[in-house]
Nanobody, 112 residues
Framework: VQLQASGGGLVQPGGSLRLSCAASGLIFSIKNMGWYRQAPGKQRELVANIDSGGSTNYADSVKGRFTISRENAVVHLQMNTLRREDTAVYFC?????????WGQGTQVTVSS
């Protein structure tokens, strides 16, 4: 499975961004897709994920602000009301048990 992420960039606090990630290869084996993020000096953390049935899971810090959606092998993360603390490198993920696949990171910077 290969993952290609797009989106990200610089946005002011309160603004919005949309991340997208397209999977290719053995996509039939994918169960969950999602997004993680890693800020400088911090561990990588789950932002949100979505399974093949459409069930979603969000980190408490993004509930009500971020929305994850999935169309077949493409996953989107709509990020609204962004805060400075959302600044991080965001990584797309795909779980195809027993393997976990990662896309290249995309930088999200929230700053005025």
């Amino acid at each position: 499975v290969q993952l290609q992420a797009s989106g990200g960039g610089l946005v002011q606090p309160g603004g919005s961004l949309r991340l997208s990630c397209a999977a290719s290869g053995l996509i039939f084996s994918i169960k969950n897709m999602g997004w993680y993020r890693q800020a400088p000096g911090k561990q990588r953390e789950l932002v949100a994920n979505i399974d093949s049935g459409g069930s979603t899971n969000y980190a408490d810090s993004v509930k009500g602000r971020f929305t994850i959606s999935r169309e077949n092998a493409v996953v989107h993360l709509q990020m609204n009301t962004l805060r400075r603390e959302d600044t991080a490198v965001y990584f797309c993920s795909a779980a195809a048990p027993p393997s976990m696949y990662w896309g290249q990171g995309t930088q999200v910077t929230v700053s005025s």
